[in-house]
């Protein structure tokens, strides 16, 4: 169970990387940080240690209880390649009043819709309590409808084209509605995402073709993510991957230890999951974390391809590394040793010769900012 769910939800969390901008610029070292579930970081680049390996599956459970992390992560996904211009977050009385929703049969829901009069842009997800998602697509049928019907956007025929082309699409107990932006109109990007923004039902089947159909009175596998309880954004976080990964056939609870704990655990292998963070290296080498002999590699991860590509990638240069990662990154995406949550970066360019006396750190290329010497006449 453990090998499965390693190879399902391994996680590479917070993770910093290190980089810097050649050329005619000159550039301090850029940080990013990246966050997920499975596969962390003690010190590939001087790091914060950490996330994991992995174990079971399970079933969806239907709630009515709202899951703000699948609602957050499908509108921004939408929102990617559908941005809402002059954007307008969506509360209880736009949703009662504006897309004519009962508020009754919704857990939760979160929402854009552009403020221009000029645009039609329109990003919203709900989340249907059980046994009211057709109610809920009706409504937005109906709403879609009035768009048109009801000549809203009489003056502007585009609006009307693309209200009238209004996507509506429901997965599990999930309903969506998108409406293409003037700047952006084209709808195939906009199919993609709804297709891959978050899928219950795919999550549904990945489990049970793991785990093999639902038994009679099957008790739910147990699954424990393991976190630093120092760092309470992490346990948070923590608690939100925890509560989307939970369902009828499985159950993940956090286990929020000290640090010293935390990473004993983690060289002993003694974890199901766990949540980290991990800083990477100007090159963007990840070997550490997913090679064979990788030292971060806590859940103990590899396949040949993953060596070849990773070879590849630290011997390759110029378009052919560029290729090598694309390859790599492809590869784990299908694969997935880990889950990332979240990815951040930092960096400092400035015109060659114009600054002077940047010290630059791992977490701060901004460090000492008040002793950096500045030549205008250049």
């Known amino acids: 169970m453990k090998k499965i769910l390693a190879l399902l939800l391994a996680a590479l969390l917070p993770m910093s990387l290190l980089a810097a901008c050649g050329s005619s610029a000159d550039s301090a070292p850029a940080s990013s940080e990246s966050t997920s579930a499975a596969a962390s970081s003690e010190a590939a680049s001087s790091a914060e240690s950490i996330i994991g390996g992995a174990d079971s599956e399970t079933d969806i459970v239907v709630s009515d209880e709202a899951n703000t992390a699948n609602l957050d992560a499908a509108v921004a996904a939408i929102e990617a390649v559908n941005p809402i211009a002059n954007p307008r977050a969506l509360d209880d009385f736009s949703v009662e009043n504006e897309l004519m929703l009962t508020m009754d049969n919704l857990a939760g829901y979160k929402g854009d819709v552009t403020n221009d009069q000029a645009d039609c842009g329109l990003v ?20 879609k409808e009035s768009l048109s019907a009801n000549d809203l956007y009489a003056e502007f025929a585009d609006k009307v084209a693309l209200a009238k082309d209004a996507r509506i699409v ?33 999550y549904t089947r990945a489990l049970n073709e793991a785990l093999g159909e639902p038994r009679e009175n099957e008790k739910p596998r147990t699954l424990t993510l393991l976190v630093n309880q120092e760092n309470s954004f992490k346990v948070t976080a923590a608690e939100e991957v925890a509560f989307s990964l939970s369902n009828q056939r499985l159950t993940v609870t956090v286990d929020a230890v000290p640090w010293d ?10 974890f ?35 060596e070849r590509l990773l070879s590849l990638c630290r011997t390759a240069e110029g378009d052919s590394r560029d290729a090598a990662l694309r390859q790599l990154w492809e590869h784990l995406l299908d694969t997935a040793p880990f889950a990332p949550v979240c990815f951040k970066a930092l960096s400092v360019l400035t015109t060659e010769g114009v600054f002077s006396g940047l010290t630059p750190t791992e977490t701060n290329p901004f460090f000492r900012m008040g002793r950096w010497s500045v030549q205008l006449e250049k």
Do not use: M
């Not at 429901?170 to 923004?197: H, K, Q, R, S, W």
């Open 170 to 202: 429901t997965n599990g107990n999930y309903v969506a509605i998108v409406i293409a932006g003037i700047a952006n109109p084209d709808y195939a990007p906009i199919d993609t995402a709804l297709e891959t923004a978050y899928s219950a039902a795919a």
């Open 272 to 306: 199901d999951l766990y949540y980290g963070e991990c800083r990477l290296t100007a090159d963007w080498d990840v070997s550490a974390l997913l090679g064979w002999e990788g030292s971060l590699n806590y859940g103990g991860w590899g396949d040949e391809e993953t």
């Open 124 to 143: 919203f997800v709900a989340q249907a309590k059980d046994g009211k998602v057709d109610a809920v697509k009706a409504e937005l049928e109906a709403y």
């Open 261 to 270: 704990t935390f990473l004993s655990r983690l060289q002993d292998g003694n």
